[in-house]
Every structure is written in structure tokens, then in C-alpha cells.
């Protein structure tokens, strides 16, 4: 029992969790994304309504939140990749504070440029 919770509270767990999560929210906001490219079928009307729609702040931020998303899984598959096919060498448990800070990172740029 010791053990299973020194296990849960290690990085690499985390970024397992992580990674899974991330994946899985981003398969449930894919058959939006292909509604939302379906209403350019409609007609530029339709597809113009569609775009002044999403123009309210809290679609805003869960744009930033799915490039988060998308950043993080990205990350992690970079992350996992690495480790896979490099020898391994110590720094690469610094690999986790990269692939965070890197998500991070591309979430803030991503909501700079929209506000």
C-alpha cells in the first residue's frame, strides 16, 4: 500500500495522467471541431453566424484551454518519444518541468494574441 502511493506521487505518473486526460477531452471536442467546419457547407451566412458567435469570451477561453490541451498532449507524445528511442541520461526526468512549461507556454502566447 506504501508503495502504490509513492508511485501516485511521482512526476512521471502525473504526466501519465496527464497525457491520457488530455487526450481524452481532446477526442470529445473533435466532433464539435468538425460540426463547426460542417457550417462553412452551409453557406457563408451560415459560417459567418457560426464565427460571430464564437466571438464571446468564454468561448475565448476554451479556445485556450483546448491549445493547453493540445499543447500538454503534444508534449507529453514528445516526452514519451524521447524516452522511447534516446538512451536514458538524468536529465531527461527533467523532460515533465519542459513539457509543462512548454504547454503552459503555448496556452499563454495563444491567449495574448486573442485578448
Given at each position: 500500500?506504501?508503495?502504490?502511493?509513492?508511485?501516485?506521487?511521482?512526476?512521471?505518473?502525473?504526466?501519465?495522467?496527464?497525457?491520457?486526460?488530455?487526450?481524452?477531452?481532446?477526442?470529445?471536442?473533435?466532433?464539435?471541431?468538425?460540426?463547426?467546419?460542417?457550417q462553412a457547407l452551409q453557406g457563408e451566412a451560415g459560417l459567418e453566424s457560426f464565427l460571430r458567435w464564437t466571438d464571446r469570451p468564454?468561448?475565448?477561453?476554451?479556445?485556450?484551454?483546448?491549445v493547453v490541451l493540445l499543447a500538454m498532449h503534444m508534449a507529453g507524445g514528445v516526452r514519451l518519444l524521447m524516452l522511447e528511442f534516446m538512451a536514458w541520461r538524468d536529465w531527461q526526468k527533467s523532460l515533465l518541468a519542459v513539457a509543462a512549461g512548454v504547454s503552459l507556454a503555448a496556452g499563454l502566447a495563444f491567449l495574448l494574441n486573442i485578448v
Amino acid at each position: 500500500m506504501k508503495n502504490d502511493f509513492r508511485a501516485r506521487s511521482h512526476p512521471a505518473y502525473w504526466a501519465f495522467i496527464v497525457h491520457r486526460v488530455s487526450g481524452l477531452l481532446l477526442s470529445l471536442f473533435l466532433p464539435l471541431h468538425f460540426w463547426a467546419l460542417g457550417q462553412a457547407l452551409q453557406g457563408e451566412a451560415g459560417l459567418e453566424s457560426f464565427l460571430r458567435w464564437t466571438d464571446r469570451p468564454l468561448l475565448k477561453f476554451a479556445e485556450t484551454a483546448v491549445v493547453v490541451l493540445l499543447a500538454m498532449h503534444m508534449a507529453g507524445g514528445v516526452r514519451l518519444l524521447m524516452l522511447e528511442f534516446m538512451a536514458w541520461r538524468d536529465w531527461q526526468k527533467s523532460l515533465l518541468a519542459v513539457a509543462a512549461g512548454v504547454s503552459l507556454a503555448a496556452g499563454l502566447a495563444f491567449l495574448l494574441n486573442i485578448v
